[in-house]
């Protein structure tokens, strides 16, 4: 007899069919019980004697085989005939899963990860990010993009050594890469024009805060042949779209329980020009200890006001100083650069830009902000021979998730998080 | 005037056109000269004046954006009316990359890897590696697994501590993930039932061979409520033919190009158990070494016999030792495992297996295997809880692309190798 999912039972309506999953909940009612049993796609209440029950001293999330007539009155359900053990749980439960919500606190959670993992909630939280993930994949192949895998142990940092974690490797000091960000120019211009990766990044973060993450999942794309940043922008808003529609049909289910808001995308995504932003919150919210650069509180109040302004979730921030840029990013006038940062409900999920394309200009850049471009021989290499026009950009996976589903913390949208403390599970 | 790709030229026939693109050669013949102008999708010869190319001193590889009408006689070629140097290239390359082969040593080949990509062989490897990372994901998808992301900085190693590369985790010992084995199961356990995973792995491998490499990526899946072995081998059997007819329609070009023989797979794949093929190897090869174990020349030796005898390029070995395995090996009768691994074309490529789902059998296995249980303690604890029956496997992504082009060694399938010798580029 083949094993049916729960999510097709309702095809199966008298007929006798095999079930397998856990028990998540036991009822019983005089000689009769009833138990919740989930598996991937589901649970169903299974109607079993309470006899039965008792002699095998089920405990909840025991591994069973149930077989069964499929009936239905109000929701589907099924009238158990035989019920078989295929791997027994002897002990209570450290954490209660079958709760509407899981109560909690998130250390208790992390440490759990595993069993809190199976309350269909938290359980939906990563179905999502999945989903996030594929379709970032299927709109740049669609759009000629070629999939990379770029080495994580790497000689050499991008943001210009800081925050690494450092890494024996064999007789070599090594590091374990931030972004794959040399190697994502270095195969725009080894000539597939357009790459994306997706993977890990580490950044040796001493502090702890809801939104920073030791090791994170880094959706990268690089594109050649651009006219400047906006050309990135108006591919990112068409991605995110994509992304948010294949969502919403992918994950109906999983949004709804969650209670989801996705947000709108229309058209273009409102761009503010950084010194812009700044005189805006100076002027609308009095906040007036910004100059150069945005930090969180402001990145939360110029979203109130494109909020209000445009009813936009979302807003590209512009215009990034020289200084508070990396070496590679394409100057502009003013000192200002080709960069943005696309904000989402208050957080930045996105940077991007242009980079600079030309070898002298490239290697002034690293000497004016005090690197040494021998440090960066085979990156800089890439640019004596032909590279073309190009900018990217990177989304935090693990950001995207927790501000899509409202999360105050990213490690609520983390599998298993790295952080400050937490090197396990 | 929006760009045109190389490769939609055929349908702008006598259209007025701009490519943007590499000089891959130039070839002057008195007043006008051809120059192939080279694209992400493919290449063209243009028609341009002599004293043109002369003047701008084009050097090889310069990027340019050109402008001319669309004609076809035996090929379609362009005829230029304007050339725009877009970036300047001042001196030789360092390797020839515009001849039929890439004639270079793989040291010279690998240092100069941006460059050398631009070769149009090399570069189809890494666009048929993507396509084969797609379609792993695709047909998962599709069988109802969930992607999923785990921690590549670890606590301890999934296979008992050695070939470990070692980190500083802060204050902690840290080390790199040398497979995600312990995650794969956890996250089976958590519900997911299904679950596959596309990321880096790390060997701290002291030899320098050609099928090795110290990072590379690992197409990991694990799949819960299997019989056995079998249905796991089932599944990568449908697999595998899936990735190689999706390969075959989307990577044609580049498959002729390399001269690439795909294999079929026509239903089932041949299965041998190891004792068995020991004894063939013994009898038919006079091979009198081997014991509980296959060593590489047994693996090519038993793929002659395989393919001699029923034409297929794939072989399961079954039933290794439980002293060949790791403590997480589902053991079967006489001190065998069921386990298997996948043989293509001389080289293994997929090592899998059922796992043990019971929590005592895992704990005194690991205590067999001379290993301390407390050092498993979150991935052993998973156990408790009730875990289904599962299994699963691992592709190495880089050996199955090696294999699929005939390449003798792993580093030509490899982005930007990292090996005993190698960190850069």
Known sequence: MERVLVKDLSNTIDEKVKLQGWIQRIRKLGKIAFIILRDRSGSVQCVVNTKEIEIKGLKLETVVEVIGNVAKSDKVELQVTSLNIINEVKIDLPIEINKTELEANLDTILNNRALSLRHEKTNAVFKIQACLAQSFGE????????????????????????????????????????????????????????????????RAEEHNTNRHLNEYVSLDLEMAFIEDERDVMDLETRLLKYMLERLKIRCEKELNLLEAELPVIDKAIVSIPLPEAIKILQEKYGKKDLTNDIDPEGERLISVYVKEKYNSDFLFLTHYPVKKRPMYTMPAENRLTHSFDLIFRGLEITTGGQRIHNYEMLKSNMELKGLNPDSFKDYLETFKYGMPPHGGLAIGLERLTAQLLGFKNIREATLFPRDRDRLTP
Request: a negative charge; hydrophobic letters at 40%.
């Open 139 to 202: 709109f740049l192949q669609g759009e000629g993009f070629t999939q990379v895998f770029t080495p994580k142990i790497v000689a050499e940092g991008a943001e210009g050594g800081t925050e690494l974690f450092e890494l024996k490797y064999f007789e070599q000091k090594a590091y374990l890469a931030q972004s794959p960000q040399f190697y994502k120019q270095m195969m725009v211009g080894a000539g597939y024009e357009r790459i994306f990766e997706i993977g890990h990044v580490y």
